[in-house]
């Protein structure tokens, strides 16, 4: 017996030799991330192949398309509907559905224009109190959820109708609000940074990204976890880069990096980092995995609950209140129509599972970008809405359907 | 043999109309598992709800290290060192190995999450238990069901529990999965901790239990050495064999000829 425990030791510390080990070789990884593939861990790959076809298709029939200006212009009119999106992934991510940002946001438009201009109150506190609105309407349906028990689905319903109302009366019988165009409201969406702004962020989140991925993996083969190798971590790193630069290098072609897409990639960016690395996030996703475990493990899931219908409300007041600074106005239509459509079927196409529990905060952004591409587009090709609706229809059924395929795949390769 | 760790006395629960348990008795030693066993509506889960205080008793008296405790809520149980694993295991499907065996618990540094540390100490948990998983980082849906099981078990031990206690735990599991958890309860015995094993799988109970309580009809029905007791006793415990009206009767008078009847 006591012969035998250093061999079991040295056993423990070893690798299972269950797991394979992909090679630390350019084959190994190519051969590692196919085999992911195949098991239904998709991630952003499907999103990406779609973007890159919508931009060949359209680029192939209007040469404007691929423009620094269009693009520039497409970067500014995802960023409402992209900030929705993001606190509805919170919501999909709980396994439930808010089907009142579009309302929310208009809301918040309201209540902004209506203290901003009819009250004549300074616009940044116009601003934070009309993004406290969108917090208060999220807690009041998170609480009506969680606590008294009516499924999400019915009480973000009735927000649908009734923000709308309260929106409606807000505006009074004009109905439009305008926004003036010199004051702070308007600058959201009118400020483009210098280039060498654009090229410090972009090198310095590469940078970041590079550092703490090469840090942390380095700290884990200390500890004696399995760690990635420099290899991967330099391709990866590049794979970030391509993008970052090049969407510098097309924007300071035209007025340099808008600051509202700034802004939405700062909250995709926050709410990321919050969904993987802290308590929070984790408690989110254990919620959206099974309550009952969430529950018993000393969560409390009510909290949790109320607090994503805040986060998700509160971002559509922040999406209405860049959509005002956008058209220069609020008016009865803010907020309504295909908004609320296009928010849940930009997180959705961004690989945003609907069964709850799996997701990321970067679906805001490429979903954003594929619906917007498409809106685009379509624009320039001078088709009308009733063609964007269809392809939008049949690009989101494509986006629910892979879902569901390799939510069936990960079942079959047992992989949740 | 050592003072029990846990030692309950005259617990009796009566919900409405029924008197689920009555003056029942129970005793964990460390190191020692004990086997509850009982037919349906024995009362088994409810005494298990008395001690993790779920559903905390009417009168009786549960001793912790020989000293009165009151166990009203789940948190008093845990605080004491009494880990409860249900037989819905409560595992949270799309999270990996190590978010679920920290869930409600997490590391952190400086607010962020500490995985490092976590999957350190995880790593560290599960080889101690001899369990051999192949990547901590997998989806727990990914696993088997003994896999399953055992991190639910993992996971009780994390807040360093005296008594764990095992609704079912082969329930829904092939024979080399049962194998595994098996394992895994002889190494909590040896370890010191009092093990409660509720079962209903009798050659689970011969291969781990030291002791055998029957519960019958809420009241103590039996408490076996399972060394020593043949295993016909014991079901004849579970199922009250021993208390039916051919035997009573059989007690009572001595009928000539009764083997005919």
Known sequence: ?416 | MSEPILELSGISKRFGAVQALSEVDLRVHPGEVVALLGDNGAGKSTLVKVIAGVNPADTGEIRWEGKPVTVNRPGDAQQLGIATIYQDLALCDNLDIVANLFLGAERTSAGLLDELEMERRAQELLDSLSVRIPSLRVPVASLSGGQRQIIAIARSLLGDPKVVMLDEPTAALGVAQTAQVLDLIERLRDQGLGVILISHNMADVRAVADRAVVLRLGRNAGDFRVEDTPYEEIVAAITGAADNPVSRRAGRVTVPGSEEA
């Open chain 1, 1 to 416: 017996m006591a012969q035998q425990t250093p061999v079991a030791k040295q056993e423990v510390g070893a690798r299972d030799p269950r797991l394979i080990v992909d090679a630390a070789s350019p084959s190994g990884l190519v051969s590692g991330a196919l085999r992911r593939l195949r098991g239904g861990e998709l991630g952003p790959v499907p999103v990406i192949i779609g973007l890159v076809i919508i931009c060949v298709v359209f680029q192939s029939l209007n040469s404007n398309f691929l423009s620094p200006q269009n693009l520039s212009n497409l970067t500014l009119q995802i960023v409402s509907t992209g900030l929705m999106s993001c606190g509805v992934i919170m919501v999909l991510l709980l396994g439930e559905i808010d089907l009142s940002v579009g309302s929310v946001s208009g809301v918040a438009g309201a209540v902004l224009a209506v203290l901003a201009v009819n009250q004549g109150i300074n616009e940044i506190a116009a601003i934070t109190l009309a993004v406290l609105s969108g917090t208060l309407i999220g807690v009041l349906h998170g609480t009506v959820f969680a606590k008294v028990g009516v499924p999400a689905f019915v009480v973000t319903l009735a927000g649908l109708i009734g923000w709308q109302g309260v929106q409606l009366y807000l505006l009074g019988s004009d109905g439009t609000i305008n926004v003036p165009y010199d004051g702070v409201i308007a600058s959201l969406t009118q400020t483009y940074f210098v280039p060498w702004i654009g090229w410090l962020l972009a090198v310095g989140a590469v940078g970041v990204y590079f550092a703490s991925t090469f840090l942390g993996e380095r700290r884990r083969a200390a500890a004696g976890l399995p760690a990635k190798s420099v290899l991967e971590v330099a391709v990866r790193t590049v794979l970030l880069a391509i993008p970052v630069f090049g969407a510098v290098i097309v924007l300071n072609l035209w007025k340099g990096i808008p600051l509202a897409f700034l802004i939405f990639l700062g909250f995709v960016v926050v709410f990321d980092l919050m969904l993987r690395k802290t308590r929070y996030g984790r408690m989110v996703f254990a919620v959206g995995g099974n309550a009952e475990a969430a529950r018993r493990a000393g969560i409390n899931v009510d909290l949790i609950r109320i607090s994503v219908f805040a986060l998700a409300s509160t971002l559509a007041a922040v999406g209405g209140i860049l959509a005002a600074s956008r058209g220069f106005a609020v008016t009865q239509s803010s907020g309504a129509g295909d908004v609320l459509m296009l928010a849940i079927a930009a997180a959705v196409i961004g690989g945003t599972s609907l069964f709850g529990g799996r997701g990321s905060a970067y679906s805001a952004l490429l979903g954003g970008l594929v619906l917007g591409a498409i809106t685009s587009g379509l624009y320039l090709l001078q088709m009308d809405s009733s063609v964007r609706y269809m392809i939008t229809a049949v690009v989101l059924l494509i986006a629910v359907v892979l879902d569901a395929v390799s939510r069936r795949s990960r079942k079959a390769h047992a992989r949740g």
